[in-house]
């Protein structure tokens, strides 16, 4: 039996080239070899056959979904950065009200806590005290009804008020040259009374102007006229030894400066003697003006005198 004749072409090979590719391999544009080692780039396939590559647009739904996401995502994270600032914001607020708050509540204890007054604290509330005397004092302790004095030759006598008056403003109880300063420097009012010594010889008005405070008061009785016969207008009451007593009837006019208070005193004689009928000489060395000065000063020294109790803590004595 023949055998089949072998090629009598050694070493010849089928060129790839010759078939075509199938599914697509090779792939286009790759290297195919050759007889002989060379290599020959294959082209891309034309024509209706060849496969092409498509890219897929997106459509308008997706975008506008991915920018909303977009849009939500930045909208989070600007309130998440809003809550942060808001939660240290009021962090702080709260942590400045609370130590305010403890601040104040240390305080407050430490004020209402009892402790000793300081001198100037006690000087304070003698001030006040005798500022206040007189609203809260009683008449009676204002103007007493009897007032002991030393009269000529150390004998013991007394002054008995025979009545009250209104009070009135200071510029209408005292002559216009007193009323003026003490209207200048804000005087309140005008307390007067009216005694009579034992004998009912001698009547003797006194007049307490009210200033606001001790500084004022200072201030106002550097200004008063140097004048023994301007100051407090006599207050006379019917029925009464006074009842004859008026401004032409006084003798002699002068005043004491206390606390926030001046007190006026004038003096005469109960049966209606002017100061033209009587002498100078008389007028000074006749036992009227000593009295008219020991009844005013007593009612001075009253309300200037310091208050028989200073408390020593702010709680009363015991701190």
Request: proline share 7%; glycine share 8%.
């Amino acid at each position: 039996m023949s055998k089949p004749e072998r090629s009598q072409e050694p070493g010849r090979r089928r060129d790839a080239s010759a078939s075509p590719a199938r599914d697509g391999w090779p792939p286009p544009g790759s290297w195919t070899p050759r007889a002989g080692g060379a290599r020959v780039r294959r082209a891309p396939p034309s024509g209706t056959g060849a496969r092409r590559v498509r890219v897929r647009a997106w459509s308008a739904a997706g975008r506008d979904r991915l920018a909303a996401e977009r849009a939500e995502l930045a909208t989070l994270e600007q309130g998440i950065r809003f809550r942060t600032i808001f939660l240290i914001l009021m962090g702080t607020i709260l942590a400045i009200a609370a130590s305010n708050v403890l601040t104040g509540a240390v305080g407050l204890f430490r004020e209402t806590a009892a402790r000793p007054l300081t001198a100037a604290e006690q000087a304070r509330y003698i001030k006040d005290d005798i500022a206040r005397r007189w609203q809260v004092w009683s008449t009676d302790l204002v103007f007493p009804e009897e007032l002991q004095y030393i009269g000529l030759g150390r004998a013991q006598q007394y002054a008995r008020r025979v009545g009250l008056a209104p009070e009135t403003p200071c510029r209408s109880g005292t002559d216009a040259s007193t009323g003026s300063v003490l209207a200048q420097y804000g005087c309140r009012t005008l307390l007067r009374a009216t005694y009579v010594d034992q004998t009912s010889t001698f009547v003797i008005t006194v007049g307490i102007a009210v200033l606001r405070d001790e500084e004022t008061r200072i201030a106002a009785t550097a200004q008063l006229p140097v004048d023994d016969r301007v100051g407090v207008r006599p207050v006379a009451f019917p029925g009464t030894a006074s009842e004859l007593f008026g401004a032409a009837q006084r003798q002699r006019n002068a005043w004491i400066p206390v606390g926030p208070y001046v007190v006026f005193s004038t003096a005469g004689y109960s049966d209606g003697r002017t100061r033209q009928s009587i002498s100078p000489e008389e007028i000074l060395h006749s036992e009227l003006w000593p009295a008219a000065q020991a009844v005013a000063g007593r009612i001075a020294r009253a309300l200037g005198d310091e208050p028989n109790a200073v408390p020593q803590c702010t709680q009363g004595n015991v701190c």
